[in-house]
């Protein structure tokens, strides 16, 4: 679907629950979260008939996340459900890992075509400090057994702290050198618990990288979904990323929207327009007015986020949420 500044709407990102197994410092606070009842998030049922819609509407790309998506119950049977729909051309999902090795058989068998593994560090320490739990080693089996899947692409994703996992980040980085995959550095945005780091910038990991393992070229062509600009480096097999939502803003060609577990309609990460879908599917909304509803909602899409501008810290639709809550 074709938004009012002419961008075309095609990717959704669906958080299937706010829960998760890990505490990462930017995203979820330490000392724990009052989780909402099971009864508030959308059912599989519910999510499925939602994505049918958006699949009317021009959706064709779904990723599930979280929270952590791999604690949800049985995720792979919503994959298959999602990925049977007309018009629905690619399940992706995003996970810490942790839970990862042990579902791949069952995701693979129900047609996920790719994954990204979050990780931002292989320091066992490092790691614990990062996100309040251990599993470097589960980690490392979970990317090593997704890369035997032939049919599921596999992405790894780490976030940059300055001053945490400077020292990680070349080692991450090498995972693309022997590997069929891609490593991607997103850049930390100043959303929720995200506020109270530095951003580690684009240029500058480029450049770090770059003394280490020679020069990294542009890579002209399309992977993905996103947003991520990608470069070859000699010698390696998968490629480098960055996503920098704010250093190099890219929302002149967004393409995407956000499902929150509680059925929740986002248009923008920053704001928290949007519409509440889980109120009309429960209030026996029929599809054509939800679809009515969600076409008007995509249609006044904003323009594009303020992150860093004083206008953003003043304005009342600020989004309030911590990551977890909204999906990444
Ligand atoms: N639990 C899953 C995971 O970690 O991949 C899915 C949800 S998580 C919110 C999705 C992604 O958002 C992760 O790669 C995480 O590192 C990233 N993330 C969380 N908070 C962020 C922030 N403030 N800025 C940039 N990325 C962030
Ligand atoms: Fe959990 Fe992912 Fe947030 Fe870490 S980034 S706390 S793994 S939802």
Same mark, same amino acid.
């Given at each position: 679907m074709i938004d009012a500044l002419g961008r075309n709407i095609e990717y959704m990102r669906i958080s299937v629950t706010d829960r998760c197994n890990m505490r990462c410092m930017y995203c979820m606070p330490h000392e724990g979260v009052v989780w909402r009842p099971h009864e508030e998030m959308l059912s599989y049922d519910e999510i499925v008939r939602l994505c049918k819609i958006f699949a009317a509407l021009g959706i064709s790309k779904i990723k599930l996340t979280g %929270? !952590?998506?791999?604690?949800? +119950? /049985?995720l792979s049977s919503l994959v298959k459900r999602i990925k049977s729909l007309d018009g629905i051309e690619n399940v992706t999902l995003t996970t /810490? %890992?942790?839970?990862l090795a042990q579902q791949l058989d069952a995701l693979s068998d129900a047609g996920l075509d790719a994954v990204n593994i979050s990780v931002d560090t292989f320091d066992e320490d490092v790691f614990q400090k990062i996100t309040g739990a251990s599993g470097v080693q589960k980690i490392r089996e979970a990317i090593n057994k997704a890369l035997t899947f032939e049919n599921i692409r596999v992405k790894v994703n780490c976030v940059p702290l300055k001053g945490i996992n400077d020292d990680s980040l070349a080692e991450l980085a090498l995972l693309a050198k022997d590997h069929r995959l891609s490593v991607r550095f997103i850049e930390m945005m100043p959303i929720g618990l995200g506020r109270q780091f530095e951003a580690f910038k684009e240029d500058e990991l480029k450049t770090l990288l770059e003394k280490q393992f020679g020069p990294m070229t542009y890579f002209n062509g399309k992977l993905g979904n996103g947003p991520c600009r990608y470069y070859t480096v000699e010698g390696f097999r998968g490629k480098i990323g960055f996503i920098s939502a704010v250093s190099h803003r890219f929302c002149d060609k967004c393409n995407r929207i956000r499902l929150t577990s509680e059925g929740f309609l986002k248009t923008?990460?920053?704001?928290? !327009?949007?519409?509440d879908l889980k109120a009309l599917l429960r209030s026996g909304k029929d599809d054509e007015e939800i679809k009515m509803c969600i076409r008007d909602t995509i249609f006044h899409k904003p323009e594009g986020h303020h992150f860093g501008q004083t206008f953003d810290a003043q304005?009342? +639709?600020? !989004? !309030?949420? +911590?990551m977890f809550q909204i999906g990444g």
């Open positions: %929270g !952590e998506p791999l604690v949800r +119950k /049985n /810490n %890992g942790l839970f923008c990460l920053q704001y928290n !327009e949007g519409s304005c009342s +639709k600020t !989004e !309030e949420h +911590k």
